[in-house]
């Protein structure tokens, strides 16, 4: 163990002296933890990328970087543990989101690659790593925390104990309804975009290499767009039923799908790969586009509805919601939206959709609005919608009785956060850790970094 000891803090203080041979400058190990180092050039840079995205650092850079880094690398060795895998589609979705939010940011590749100092390839590997290692660190901390519930009981005892000025201030929310239509589109434009579609199939069956291009070139998902078409590894309950029912049933990759009518639009898709009961295809969306006209006729049909709901009292909004709403989420639950971060009808303003945001805020509760078009966010295609307000609370302190899940959720984050920090505080006392000197005159956020190695 000594020797083994010996050799590895040998080979950190020879890595640590070596020069780089283009500008002459000594690289530095600042860390050791288990058997990797955390280098000064790994600091530095990811304390660039914080400034470049703006991310507060509450406190000395130099001394909460690395240590993030270490307890980062204390999950990684948990994980290599559990053996803890990621999906790489997700992996590939992040990354390509980032870079892609860098260019646009920018303007162009070359101005990205020469703020960062890397060609793209490098800042896309050395970002794949990375994310990888994030959804890594999640794995591991909600396996930890996985146990953690609370009682009614639990949470009425800490918001009791919570001082005055720890009580959180709950924003105004809404709860809102919400009845859509579809524009009727021509039938031409539809038959045009089955044309497109038939040729790009013509194209693949030539050379089947082909249709991640024209995926790239043409799909109206722009986010599988980026990854070629590829959409990552599905379960049929993750898929838009349509578009199950036929990726399930190909067999050949070099083949493509027959046009595939899902509310989405209208796609091909061809097999990647099948893993029992997951499967793997890239797929070429089109939407049929929606001219003026037909939106104005959609407004000017649902305002006739409106008229009959509010001024002749012909039926009520919840009756006209389950008679013709295409919205399939809310159709079945009298126009109710709910909230996808909290699993509530309840909305900040800001969570909401921008166009229903802007109609609600002027409404009483009880008003149903005149028709308006959105941006239907699942769908990403424009639909006619019109929306009554159910219920508003206006923003003011927590209290059990209005807030009980905010509480609750506030409870639980504490809980853990504190078993994290447990089993934290104890793997680092498991873990051969050196601080180098330089980097030790900090008030780390954990105890136990700062150790004298062991003459055993």
């Avoid at 000891?5 to 000594?26: G, K, P």
């Avoid at 703006?54 to 850079?61: E, L, Q, R």
């Amino acid at each position: 163990m000594k020797i083994a000891r010996f050799l590895l803090i040998a080979v950190y203080i020879f890595a640590s002296t070596v020069s780089n041979a283009q500008n002459n400058v000594a690289e530095e190990v600042a860390w050791v933890v288990g058997d990797q180092p955390i280098w000064k050039s790994e600091i530095e840079e990811q304390y660039n990328n914080m400034q470049y995205e703006k991310v507060a650092i509450n406190g000395d850079p130099y001394c909460i970087i690395p240590e993030q880094m270490a307890i980062e690398k204390l999950y990684l060795h948990q994980a290599d543990i559990d053996t803890v895998e990621v999906p790489e589609a997700s992996v590939v979705a992040e990354v390509d989101a980032r870079l892609n939010f860098y260019i646009t940011q920018l303007g162009s590749k070359e101005k990205v690659e020469q703020y960062f100092r890397k060609s793209m390839p490098e800042m896309r590997e050395s970002m794949v790593d990375m994310v990888r290692n994030s959804y890594r660190v999640r794995s591991v901390q909600q396996s930890l925390t996985k146990n953690i519930k609370a009682t009614p009981s639990d949470v009425r005892k800490y918001f009791d104990k919570l001082p005055a000025d720890s009580i959180p201030f709950v924003p105004m929310q809404v709860s809102v309804q919400i009845l859509t239509l579809n524009p009727v589109i021509p039938r031409q434009e539809i038959e045009d975009v089955k044309a497109r579609l038939r040729d790009f199939t013509d194209q693949v069956s030539k050379d089947p290499s082909k249709f991640s291009t024209l995926a790239i070139l043409y799909s109206e998902d722009k986010e599988s767009a980026l990854r070629g078409g590829e959409i990552g590894f599905m379960g049929r309950g993750h898929l838009d039923p349509e578009y199950a029912a036929v990726a399930f049933n190909l067999n050949d990759p070099k083949k493509v799908s027959k046009i595939v009518e899902s509310q989405y639009g209208y796609h091909i898709i061809q097999l990647i790969e099948k893993r029992g009961d997951r499967i793997n295809t890239r797929h070429i969306l089109l939407r049929p586009k929606v001219s003026d006209n037909d939106l104005m006729d959609a407004v000017n049909r649902l305002d006739s509805v409106r008229t009959d709901m509010v001024d002749n009292k012909k039926f009520t909004f919840e009756e006209a919601v389950a008679y013709m709403s295409q919205d399939k989420d809310t159709r079945n639950n009298r126009g109710v939206m709910v909230n996808q971060q909290t699993g509530t009808p309840m909305f900040e303003m800001s969570q909401l959709p921008q166009e229903v945001a802007k109609v609600v805020n002027n409404m009483a509760v009880g008003d149903v609005s005149k028709p308006f078009i959105m941006i239907d966010p699942k769908l990403n295609r424009e639909v006619v919608a019109m929306v009554k307000l159910s219920n508003r609370m206006d923003g003011h302190k927590a209290n059990i009785a209005d807030d009980y899940q905010v509480i609750k959720d506030m409870y639980e984050d504490s809980c853990r956060e504190k078993q994290l920090a447990e089993w934290l505080e104890k793997k680092i006392q498991d873990t051969y850790v050196r601080v180098e000197e330089g980097w030790r005159n900090c008030d780390f956020k954990h105890k136990g970094w700062i150790k004298e190695a062991s003459s055993k």
